[in-house]
């Protein structure tokens, strides 16, 4: 078990592409949907990840904000192929591709398939508090905003949010 | 992954014990509830169980009857004691014991707690349609009736069982 302290941040343009030294095709998706985890009903959210060739079973405390509970276990290529059919709500696709930045890892997730066109940059910080610097490229900070989670992307995808929603993107 | 074919039977008395080999004691506990699987909302349950010195985080396919698609994996005891903390209901504790009868094992469950009372025998089979003894010890088959599965005494615990409940324990 591990504290994850997370931002995430929107990417305002493709400056950080000269900095990237790795991308991993990702697939994943979530065993309990988004409103079970809205209401209360659930504690954690359980993630199946396929990346690369690896995969990752996933869970993760619902606190909102940056930390959170996390809990990481390898598994097999096969059981997460299998686990993945039994997901609800959409498989989420995306390439994530990784850029160092002031001696912190970044990395940014460019979605595929229903989410295509959006593209958040991560940061993972050791401890909170920890000092960073935001780079030139990242824009509005959406830490705290659900939908922009991968699991409710995986129940509401960015091809089907309204104006509305979309519309925080252009205010960056 | 595996395939899981299993039948469970409610205990008539306490004439398995002498052919007891084992008893493991285990708490156990689920990340999503009961309500999420009758609904469809959800199409795996996800168990945290601590049976003995070991840990294992364990996802199940919803399908009733006796055939399921199994996922079990080791994990660390201090996760497993994190994980229970964010299962929703309670956590269930009994005591397993194993017994051998006609060339199968057989896992006897003698609940605790909440759940003190209730005891349910269950045998795993490598193929659907392989034959088996029942043991004189074995009562009413309940493989298809949810309210005896861990997860629905998760949240509706024997000891909260009405008359009517109960009374099916009766009729064996």
Known sequence: MGIEIEYKFLV??????EAAYK???MAQGYINDQAAMDSGAQRASVRVRIAGE???LNLKSRDMGPTRQEFDY????GDARALLALCVGGT????RHYVNHAGHV???????????????AEIELAAAGEDFDKPV????????????YNLALASHP???????????????
Chains 1, 2 share one sequence.
């Open 12 to 17: 305002k343009d493709d400056s950080w592409r």
């Open 23 to 25: 991308a991993v095709p």
């Open 54 to 56: 690896e995969a990752f």
């Open 74 to 77: 390898p598994i097999p290529l």
């Open 92 to 95: 989420i696709e995306k390439r």
């Open 106 to 120: 970044w990395e940014i997730d460019e979605f595929l398939g229903d989410n295509a066109g959006l593209m958040v």
């Open 137 to 148: 490229w990242a824009g509005a900070d959406v830490t705290d905003l659900p939908r922009y």
């Open 158 to 172: 960015y091809s089907r949010w309204s104006e509305t929603e979309r519309a925080a993107v252009d205010l960056v």
